[in-house]
């Protein structure tokens, strides 16, 4: 500055030599220290200012940079970075960072800018990117800033990870972010990034959105996610927004929530997980997982009037929520935790594993293609009109399947097993439907109570099966080593009933159990009330019942056989047995030949065995068969005045009653029978047969014991075979209470004596002589002139009648005088 202003200031020309080399090409302008030569002598001593013409040689990289207009004291470091051009593309160079940074990238005079952050310390600043090309950033690692504005096309990352504090905006639809494998997008804590147009996050870098970070998509954008992405925040859908995954999704942490709101989509095509206590919902929207969908550590899937598509779901200690809503997987197991479906639909078009878990199902419907496979504990209850269909159900392990209300059904077209203690259970008017079969074995439990079960075969082994007021159809039945409860239910097997090797079946409160077929053996049925019935219904001409040893029918019920076959041996009917055919076979006149028993429905075979507990009755077209041959037990019989052991082949424990067109039969009869026991009345309104195989010469053996009830004199049709000449008696005990039925051989064996058919036949044969012996006659005469001899009539053939005789001379005091006892005996049956 001139010291006077007296004299003129003088003009130099100077030569400007630098008083330092750069010691860096950093964008810094340097300083210099010119050389002044006078080009006149000065009038004064002032000191004149020099002016100079700079020459700048700063670089970047190696490359001239000149000065940008548009940044702010582009010349020094006050702000903590510089900034110029190289090759027409901005190049920001940052050193430090802190909240007063502000760094533009591009503007009026640049299309590409470049941010170097490889020096740059600190936090803070804002940073905007308007370039119309591409806004690259580089670095050596992590950057936290507070603010970063895209209102350009294109940014790239390199080796940078960049952390958000404050905000993330983006304005320009369509904008591309790519991040290279060591960059990475974060936003911290308390930041924000609003969405409102569509944008990608490309490469092979990462996306974080850290706890207490808030994410939200908006007016109808389309945010596609390339990169592996992690959520612990708040992301939120609205406005139908779509956001598309293709890498990894892992949303995680108590404070994560992802929330698809009214139109929108969220889609992954690689794995997503939802772990640590972290939320998905979904509010009148879809998700689609594509790749599969993980659930773990508390996380919950909330659905509510959305569609949800999954190809691999598991669940682990996780919750899933399904209000109306319709989801479809591939596959699902679920490993503890709970599955609650409420007006939805789910289906499952593989395996269905659940373990440990319990499933809550309401007015839905859940189909599975493939098994349910229910373990460790599970639970799944179907309420409300719901709808479960699976190809089977296979429980192990103490599992539950349960189901309740009339308009619940479970179905499965497999067959379904229940093990280890687990239970099938139905109340309130569900329905079971186990099309192929159900089998409940080691302990567990069929319980069905006010509902309904159908099914091909059910097995119940070991175990234990509960119907109550409920309707059980079944083809097949088949108890073994079990135990069945029956009460106020009706249970129909179309085919067989099994119960075998010690099951106990107890039927009560006018239950029915109504089977075709039935094989019995070391087990026990006890029908404890009179208004319940085991019906046989049988086929006709078939064996259609099979009572072996140690079996044993007891109570005040019923137990009735239609039609068909029935054979028992060591078996104790200890109730009423009815044998009653649904149309009558003997409306016909009966033949004097022994009945063919096929032609009997139902037809019982006792051997050895308790026919019935209580009254027996012989309806129309039935028979039974004792077979005298077999021992039931002995009893200590008094005939007339004699008291004698006698051994049983088997025991009516009841009246009996023989209804007229009834038959019954006392079979292998020889001269040691032994004799079948009533303890009751008899009434023989039908027919009585007695079937000798081998005669005793001149014995008189006893055949059947009854309570008298004031008479004896009731058997008027019975008729004996296989022996012409024996004839039977009835007798009396000494007190009168009892009768008897003997029988006396009469000198000729079984195998030896005549029998009316063999008579007819004889006549026969005889008849068709008669023609021969005219011819013969004829010829004779025509030989000779004398006097033909006279006809010689053999004497007519004594044909033998059966007769029923009673032995008065042993009567007891004031016994009742049995019919026919007036001098003659009367006949079983007329001669021919």
Partial sequence: TPTSTSTPIPTFTATATPSATPTSTSTQIPTFTPTATPSSTPTSTATQMPTFTPSPTTSFNGTTMTPSPNVTNASNTSQGFTT??????????????????????????????????????????????????????????????????????????????????????????????????????????????????????????????????????????????????????????????????????????????????????????????????????????????????????????ILTSSTMSVSTWSLS????????????????????????????????????????????????????????????????????????????????????????????????SQKSTCKGASKIQARSGAAYDFTTGVEASEGSEVDIQSSALSTSTATIASSTAVFSSATVAATNLNCTGSTANISSTTITVSSIFYSLSTTAITMASSSTLSVTQMQMSSSTITISDASSTLAVEGTDNTDIATFGANSVISGLGRVGFRRGRISMTATSLLCRLILSSASSAFSHGRSLLQTDLTTTNPALSVCGSVVSGSDLTIGSGASVDVDTSCTYGSESWDISGTTTTYTTSGLANGN??????????????????????INGTLTLSGTMEVVVSAAGDGTTVTLMKWNSGGSCDNLTSVYVYGCSNCSTNVTYSSDGTQCYLQMTFSGLSAATADDDSDEALYFLFFLLLIPIFGIFMWMLMKKTTSTPPPLVQDEPKEYPEVRLHFDTDYLPAGAPTPVGSGGSNTPVYPSI
């Fill in 317 to 412: 200690s996780a919750i899933a929520t399904l209000t109306s809503s319709t989801c479809s997987a591939t596959s699902l197991s679920h490993t503890s935790g709970t599955f609650t479906s409420t007006s939805s639909t789910l289906s499952v078009s593989s395996v269905t594993s659940i373990a440990a878990a319990t499933w809550s199902v309401a007015s839905s419907t859940i189909t599975m293609a493939s098994a349910l496979y229910m373990s460790s504990s599970s639970t799944v209850s179907c309420t409300s009109a719901s709808t479960l269909t699976a190809n089977s159900a296979q429980l192990t392990g103490a599992s539950t399947l349960y189901a309740s209300d009339s308009s619940t059904t479970v179905r499965t």
């Fill in 656 to 677: 009996v009653d023989v209804q007229s067109g009834g038959l019954l039969v006392l079979s292998s009869v020889t001269g040691s029978p032994n004799a079948f026991s």
């Fill in 84 to 301: 110029g051009v190289v090759n027409g593309t901005q190049v920001t160079v940052v050193t430090v960072i802190d909240s007063t940074t502000v760094v533009s990238v591009c503007g009026s005079s640049t299309t590409e800018g470049t941010v170097d952050l490889s020096g740059a310390s600190g936090s803070g600043g804002t940073f905007s990117c308007s370039c119309s090309t591409t806004c690259g950033f580089s670095g050596s690692g992590s950057y936290s800033i507070s603010t970063y504005e895209n209102t350009g096309p294109s940014s790239t990352f390199t080796s940078t990870i960049l952390q958000i504090t404050t905000s993330f905006t983006n304005s320009y639809s369509g904008a591309v972010y790519n991040f290279d494998g060591s960059s990475g997008l974060e936003l911290q804590s308390g930041s924000s990034s609003a969405f409102s147009v569509s944008s990608t996050f490309s490469g092979s870098g990462y996306f974080r959105a850290l706890a207490g970070a808030v994410i939200s998509f908006a007016s109808a954008s389309t945010t596609i996610f390339q990169i592996a992405s992690t959520i612990a925040g708040t992301f939120t859908l609205a406005s139908s927004s779509i956001t598309q995954f293709s890498n990894t999704v892992e949303v995680s942490g108590s404070s994560s929530r992802v929330t698809v709101g009214s139109g929108c989509r969220y889609t992954c095509s690689s794995f997503t997980s939802v772990l640590s206590s972290a939320v998905f919902e979904a509010t009148s929207g879809t998700a689609e997982f594509s790749g599969g969908l993980a659930l773990a550590s508390a996380a919950q899937m």
